[in-house]
């Protein structure tokens, strides 16, 4: 009699735990960082201007977002924050595939994204699947803030791309993609909340993602809320051009090539101008 009590408050235990996983609501703020690839022309960039260039571009990088979650769908928003002066007229092009400059809907059960999304003042609704991650669940743990973290990784194939400043130089300069190189891509992620989602397009986990490095980019969580009222932030995004993600990258490549014929003519006319180009 006493070993059926057992089992049933066992029972009843596992239910209760159940039951919150479904309830589970709440807000974490990532913060970004990224290693950037710079090549200054020493003879052509002072010390003064090399510093201020240096601290705009990790401003580009080193960014804040804030992801509102359920057990279903989340909002992925970069918070808004005061950019640094742009010295000497400097140009920054920067476009991201992976909802980084815009509001991302992500809704893990129904397998599909919803990318809000300006490019050089068009506002953009990419709408597509996502695609699932291959995540291998590793023994490792590690703490980030409270909660106990264990270690997920897959590799990917992506091509190689060069990050690169030039000064007054080629005027057909382009952002060149090399051979194709093979990374491991790691992610931490807590079952004490026990959500499919993560920052960004990534998910597929048993709980919360609070960290992710590709090897080019960090992305860490510094803060979490659990608030069911945060539910009512998880708002699909309606307004903008309808494509999917490969239209928009279509898009996008025509228009980076707009971008470079224009400030081509631009330091034709300009001597002094400066020209910054980054891959996103």
């Known amino acids: 009699m006493k070993s059926i009590s057992k089992i049933l408050v066992f029972g009843l235990l596992l239910m209760g735990s159940w039951v919150s996983a479904q309830n589970f609501v709440g807000e974490a703020t990532y913060k970004t960082k990224r290693k950037l690839n710079i090549q200054l022309d ?13 601290e705009m571009l990790k401003k580009q990088f080193e960014k804040t977002y804030k992801l509102t979650f359920n ?8 918070e808004e924050s005061l950019g640094l002066p742009n010295p000497t007229g400097a140009q920054v092009m920067m476009v991201r595939a992976d909802g980084g400059d815009g509001e991302l809907y992500k809704n893990t059960k129904e397998g599909r994204y919803v990318n809000q999304s300006e490019l050089m003042g068009k506002i953009f609704l990419i709408k ?6 291959d995540w291998k669940l590793e023994k490792e743990t590690k703490n980030i803030g409270d909660y106990t973290c264990f270690k997920a990784t897959k590799t990917i194939e992506r091509e190689k791309r060069e990050d690169t400043m030039k000064v007054n ?10 051979e194709t190189e093979t990374i491991t891509v790691t992610a931490w992620y807590t079952l004490q909340i026990p959500v499919n989602s993560g920052p960004a397009l990534y ?5 919360l993602i609070l960290e992710v490095n590709d090897g080019e980019e960090t992305t860490i969580c510094s803060k979490i809320v659990l608030n069911s009222k945060k539910a009512d932030q ?7 051009k309808e494509v999917t993600q490969k239209e928009f990258e ?8 707009e971008f470079q014929e224009r400030n081509s003519y631009n330091r034709k006319k300009d001597g ?3 020209e910054i180009r980054i891959g996103g």
């Open 42 to 54: 020493s003879t052509k960039v002072n010390g003064e201007m090399r510093t201020q260039l240096m």
């Open 71 to 78: 057990q279903e769908a989340s909002i992925y928003k970069e």
């Open 128 to 133: 597509d699947a996502l695609e699932p991650h």
């Open 169 to 178: 130089e080629d005027p057909d300069f382009e952002i060149k993609n090399h």
């Open 203 to 207: 998910f597929g986990l048993p709980g």
């Open 234 to 240: 998880i708002v699909e995004p309606t307004s903008g």
């Open 250 to 257: 279509t898009i996008a490549e025509e228009k980076l090539k």
């Open 272 to 274: 002094n101008n400066i």
